[in-house]
T-cell receptor, first 113, second 111 residues
Framework: NAGVTQTPKFQVLKTGQSMTLQCAQDMNHEYMSWYRQDPGMGLRLIHYSVGAGITDQGEVPNGYNVSRSTTEDFPLRLLSAAPSQTSVYFC????????????FGPGTRLTVT | SQQGEEDPQALSIQEGENATMNCSYKTSINNLQWYRQNSGRGLVHLILIRSNEREKHSGRLRVTLDTSKKSSSLLITASRAADTASYFCATEVAGANNLFFGTGTRLTVIP
């Protein structure tokens, strides 16, 4: 199993550009989520999904969209990048939304200039 | 915020010593998890303790939970240089659909 994969590893965007961060898992996990990690802030939840076709907002959803058309994939779209979105983004999945350990991808380091 | 707070923010010890880090949280929880993050990597799950449990062990890790004080501690015994990483607690809050992560403790183990 590859586990949770994320692409790209690094990305630089100009303000106003849009892009999609890719996330895929091959463990047949129902629950997937996106976090951003900023210095001194820990991880903050952006969006999550409890299964294909079902998504919901987390703590910091503004400026981001998600969709879940398959169990495996959970892309995160930045609609119009802003410098405040400079961060490291992690995708995670778990068997269930609560009690099970979350498996994290390696992260995408995004810089918005 | 329902985020946990780890204490200390940074800890530096000699190889072979024990490392203790603490997590405090604000609201009632269903379970609490500890994760490790090596520099530049994603988080790795270490251990989960449920609200009705007081202590749990996994290899060199010992986790305690005191729900009356809304706190947990992670003890790493006989530390190794490879234990150098950031450690995060994450709480599953009753009624919420996600985990809330703390800000982490940066552990450095000096060979």
């Amino acid at each position: 199993n590859a586990g949770v994969t994320q692409t790209p590893k690094f990305q630089v965007l100009k303000t106003g550009q849009s892009m999609t961060l890719q996330c895929a898992q091959d463990m047949n996990h129902e629950y997937m989520s996106w976090y951003r990690q900023d210095p001194g802030m820990g991880l903050r939840l952006i969006h999550y999904s409890v299964g294909a076709g079902i998504t919901d907002q987390g703590e910091v959803p503004n400026g981001y969209n998600v969709s879940r058309s398959t169990t495996e994939d959970f892309p995160l779209r930045l609609l119009s990048a802003a410098p405040s979105q400079t961060s490291v983004y992690f995708c995670a999945s778990s068997l269930d939304r609560k009690e099970y350990e979350q498996y994290f991808g390696p992260g995408t380091r995004l810089t918005v200039t | 915020s329902q985020q946990g707070e780890e204490d200390p923010q940074a800890l530096s010890i000699q190889e072979g010593e024990n490392a203790t880090m603490n997590c405090s949280y604000k609201t009632s929880i269903n379970n609490l998890q500890w994760y490790r993050q090596n520099s530049g990597r994603g988080l790795v799950h270490l251990i989960l303790i449920r609200s009705n449990e007081r202590e749990k062990h996994s290899g060199r890790l010992r986790v305690t939970l005191d729900t009356s004080k809304k706190s947990s501690s992670l003890l790493i015994t006989a530390s190794r240089a490879a234990d150098t990483a950031s450690y995060f607690c994450a709480t599953e809050v009753a009624g919420a659909n996600n985990l809330f992560f703390g800000t982490g403790t940066r552990l450095t183990v000096i060979p």
